[in-house]
């Protein structure tokens, strides 16, 4: 089942989007952890800069 949707996400308007994966410090122990969202490719610039 996983491949029909991979193979969805390449070929119609999946195309537009992408898994971006950003790096988060947390201020109460000073770790860093990670974020992961699915977002269209023009609001990545945006979302990467805050």
Do not use: C, Q, W
């Amino acid at each position: 089942m996983a491949k029909k949707v991979v193979a969805t996400l390449k070929t119609g308007l999946g195309k537009n989007f992408t898994r971006v994966i950003k790096m988060v410090k947390n201020p109460a122990t000073g770790s860093y952890g990670f974020k992961e969202d699915v977002m269209h490719n023009e609001e990545i610039k945006d979302y990467l800069a805050k």
